[in-house]
C-alpha cells in the first residue's frame, strides 16, 4: 500500500520559515511527479508547487512564486517545500500527492500556521 507521510509543519509568525517534508514508501518515487497542495478553512484545496520526476522541471502557484521552493531527493523516496517569508494567508493543512500509472496517491497532510 502506498504511503506518503508529510511532517515539518508547525507554528510560525510572519516572516518566518518552515520546511516541510514528504517521504514515500511502496511507490515508484523516481519516476512519479509529486506536487505540494494545500487547503485553508473553508476554501478549496489549491496547488501550491509540483517538480518534475527529475527535478529539472518546477512551477508555483502565484501567491508562493520566490518565497516556496519544491525540490525532491528521489534517493531518500521525499520531496520537499521551503517556505519562506511565511504570511498568515499560508496558513493551511499542506499535502503531498504523486501521480503514477493514472492514479494520484495523497499524504494525510500537516498544519501550518502563521500568526501575525
Known amino acids: 500500500q502506498v504511503q506518503l507521510v508529510e511532517s515539518g509543519g508547525g507554528s510560525v509568525q510572519t516572516g518566518g520559515s518552515l520546511r516541510l517534508s514528504c517521504a514515500a514508501s511502496?511507490?515508484?518515487?523516481?519516476?512519479?511527479?509529486m506536487n505540494w497542495h494545500r487547503q485553508a478553512p473553508g476554501k478549496e484545496r489549491e496547488l501550491v508547487a509540483l517538480?518534475?520526476?527529475?527535478?529539472?522541471?518546477?512551477n508555483y502557484a502565484d501567491s508562493v512564486k520566490g518565497r516556496f521552493t519544491i525540490s525532491r531527493d528521489n534517493a531518500k523516496n521525499s520531496v520537499y517545500l521551503q517556505m519562506n517569508s511565511l504570511k498568515p494567508e499560508d496558513t493551511a493543512v499542506y499535502y503531498c500527492?504523486?501521480?503514477?500509472?493514472?492514479?494520484?496517491?495523497w499524504g494525510q497532510g500537516t498544519q501550518v500556521t502563521v500568526s501575525s
Open positions: 500527492r504523486g501521480y503514477y500509472g493514472g492514479n494520484f496517491y
Open positions: 511502496r511507490f515508484p518515487f523516481s519516476i512519479a511527479s
Open positions: 517538480i518534475t520526476t527529475t527535478g529539472v522541471a518546477t
